[in-house]
């Protein structure tokens, strides 16, 4: 995260607290039910200073998705006046982690009802389909053999690696054309099951 001029969007701004029930932001309330996606991005700045050691900024930033289309975003980072606080990054990233618990069912439903429906569920501009055992990049339309793939796993993100491609295709991709990412930050509880549910994959950590 790039540290901004000001803070956006803090607990302190939003009025973000957890109740039994549901969430307190911006004077309003929202049952957990409402809640249909979640996100996480967080991120930790090394500072190397001669003769002292290392400092560390923690930053975070979490968005709430709801039925309506509404987001709840809350964040927590550095600006160019003032530090993260540790303590309200962690609190952040509690109660990620507890509307996260609240929401799984419904979160996770959502795309098995697609599958149900339509016979793939999409997530993040990929389709998953697990009677195919393949996927596929929406943005550029092309279909992808699990088989034929290396599936890497990063902090946030998957990189798709195809296998047993030409030497000419290698050189294009390295120079012209990346290999493609899923990126993971949305829903990653619920994806990386529904991964292992459908297509048996599995990374070691």
Known sequence: MVAPLRK???????GFKLTENG????????????VIEVAMLSSVLEHKII????EYDYSISIVITLKSG?????TEQSTWFSDSRT?????????????SKKTWNARIQKYMKQVNDK???????WCFYPSQKNIKNIKTNKVYELGSVNLLRHSRCILVKEKNISFISKLIQFFIRKDPLIITITDTDVFFKLLHHYFNLNWQR
């Open 119 to 125: 016979g793939f569920f999409e997530y993040n501009e």
């Open 87 to 99: 303590s309200i990054v962690q609190s952040i990233s509690s109660s990620f982690s507890i509307i």
């Open 70 to 74: 509404e987001k709840l975003q809350v």
């Open 51 to 54: 003769m002292v050691g290392s």
């Open 8 to 14: 956006k969007n803090t607990i302190e701004q939003t």
């Open 23 to 34: 969430i307190n932001y911006r004077k309003n309330f929202y049952d957990f039910n409402e």
